[in-house]
């Protein structure tokens, strides 16, 4: 399989805190997206960072890639309640194909 | 706003039938790509299409075939249903490479096959 794999695989934090999620991959790639899931439905792009590209900001939410060691972080921010869902990075391979992890699951406690 | 939509939200099939799921995407995308999600395991591609009548398979294609023959419309026939791919599937589209790649996803399909 080339799926990759993210960790944790479940995460519960207060509001305010801050969310890391963790993202492996083994193939090389063209570039490392991040995607958010809302409980039963599809998903919606995030954040987007390419293969030359090391750090990348929006908003709260930070991302950086390390493609030596083919991983990537997601840093959410100050978070919020309305943040709880499933998060999922997934990668774009050179003939455009796109691989996604197994997902975060982040829970946001008022 | 990109819309790609999915023909059913919700389907029961009978083991053994074939079941067609339909896509269609309105922003001209050249790439399209179909997946099942089940719990635990993420998102599986079974096929990943990126151009007219141009497929290739995913990582679980076993079972499963695909159509495309307009470019906005991309269809997952399963062959003879099982109960094995009851599962909740998920279509997307997306531009080519060198452009802006992000997918956009229809809302999903769950089916359940009995």
């Known amino acids: 399989s080339q799926q990759g794999e993210e960790d944790p695989q479940a995460l519960s934090i207060q509001e305010g805190e801050n969310a890391t999620m963790n993202c492996s991959y083994k193939?090389?790639?063209?570039?490392l997206q991040w995607y958010r899931q809302n409980s039963g439905r599809g998903l919606v792009h995030l954040i987007l960072?390419?293969?030359?590209?090391r750090e990348k900001h929006s908003g709260r939410l930070r991302v950086t890639l390390d493609t030596s060691k083919k991983s990537s972080s997601l840093l959410i921010t100050a978070s919020r309640a309305a943040d709880t869902a499933s998060y999922f990075c997934?990668?774009?391979?050179?003939?455009?194909?796109?691989?996604f992890g197994q997902g975060t699951e982040l829970s946001v406690k008022p | 706003d990109v819309k790609v939509t999915q023909s059913s939200r919700y389907l029961v099939k009978r083991t053994g039938e074939k079941v067609f799921l339909e896509c269609v995407q309105d922003m001209d995308h050249e790439n399209m790509f179909w997946y099942r999600q089940d719990p635990g395991l993420g998102l599986r591609l079974i096929y990943f299409s990126y151009d007219v009548k141009m497929k290739e398979k995913g990582d679980i294609p076993e079972g499963y075939s695909v159509s495309r023959e307009k470019k906005e419309r991309f269809s997952l026939i399963l062959e003879s249903a099982s109960t094995n791919q009851t599962s909740m599937y998920l279509c997307?589209?997306?531009?080519?490479?060198?452009?802006?790649?992000?997918?956009?996803f229809g809302q999903g399909t769950r089916l359940t096959v009995v």
């Open positions: 997307a589209s997306s531009q080519p490479l060198g452009t802006d790649p992000e997918a956009f």
């Open positions: 193939t090389s790639i063209n570039n």
């Open positions: 997934a990668t774009e391979d050179q003939g455009g194909k796109l691989i």
């Open positions: 960072i390419r293969s030359n590209e």
